[in-house]
């Protein structure tokens, strides 16, 4: 029997969540509205705001939960990556509750971790299986061969599939952050409309930065009146580009690596027409495929609960201790 605290503060979403003997029962999610009105994320605005955020999510967490301070095992948390600030205030939380508990502190991956919420719910994929990961900050297709052991195969060598989508609705002038904005306003777009290039990167790497600046320039010759006219077609075709990259990949990773099961992590496989085009690729290449629940999609601490519940079976702890010995190990 274990009970996790879990702890999210790797960007704009603070969030708290308890993993409790095999599933979450808490997920408790409050995103930063601030940041909309410069349309991208400040990293001291957010800081301040998990700061205000904190003590309350976890205070809603443990009482959604039904949980005392006593029942729990282990504290987990967002380690890295993400915005230093945010990460900060997530971390030294964290460690404080930890060390007034006496109870082991466990320091997540997010990236892994957004990987992990595929065993949050049934039906999960047994091991090894091919994960496509795709959120704001990363896109990676990643060898899964345990919870704790997963090999990157492939990596966006400049943007991610989100920043793609939110630079670009950026472009049309939709709000931040714009992936589902730019679904949105695509439901009723033409997606062969506009064609854009797909990059010619090497091996399993993504590329998505010179589609943003194709979709820029084509923007700057047209006329005053094109996104008027033409807005839900050009939100479209962009999407169905981004889409197309992704699965050219995934299909070229899935034929390397003979995967029977594909799994789809990360705030983007919250979009549609994605989630559409993996289960028909999974289909065609005849694997079993895995995308977890909405709400374990998108930046959340159900998914740092668990994944820190693998780390803790694996007895992998943070260094609690603070020394004052100015010739402290490197
Ligand atoms: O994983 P996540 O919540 O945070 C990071 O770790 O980055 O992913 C956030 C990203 C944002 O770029 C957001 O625009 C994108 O996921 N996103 C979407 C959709 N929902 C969220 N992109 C396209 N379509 C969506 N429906
Ligand atoms: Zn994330």
Known sequence: MSTILGIESSCDDTSAAVWKDGKIVSNVVVSQEIHQKWGGVIPEAASRNHLQNIAPVVKEAMAQARCEWSDLSAIAFT?????????????QFAKGLAQALNIPLVGVNHMKAHILAHLIEDPKPDFPFLCLT?????????????????????????????????????????PYPGGP?????????????????????????????????????????????FLSENAADFAASIQFTIIEILMRKLKKAIVETQAKRIALAGG?????????????????????????????????????ACAGFELWKAQIFEDLSCSSDPRLKF
């Not at 380690?79 to 971390?91: D, I, S």
């Not at 062969?192 to 090497?202: G, L, N, R, S, V």
């Not at 979009?271 to 065609?284: I, V, W």
């Open 79 to 91: 380690k890295g990556p993400g915005l230093m600030g945010p990460l900060l205030v997530g971390g």
């Open 134 to 174: 795709v959120s704001g900050g990363h896109t990676q297709l990643v060898w899964v061969k345990s919870a704790v052991e997963m090999e990157v195969l492939g990596e966006t060598l400049d943007d991610a599939a989100g920043e793609a989508f939110d630079k670009m609705a950026k472009l049309i002038g939709l």
């Open 181 to 225: 904005h730019l679904q949105k306003l695509a439901e009723n777009g033409n997606p062969k409309a506009f064609a854009f290039t797909i990059p010619q990167t090497p091996g399993l790497q993504f590329s998505f930065s010179g589609l943003k600046t194709q979709v820029m320039v084509f923007l700057q010759k047209q006329g005053p009146g």
């Open 268 to 304: 983007v496989s919250a979009n549609g027409p994605l989630r559409l085009a993996f289960m028909e690729l999974a289909k065609h290449q005849h694997c079993e495929a895995y995308i977890p629940a909405f709400q374990f999609c998108t930046d959340n601490a159900g998914m740092i």
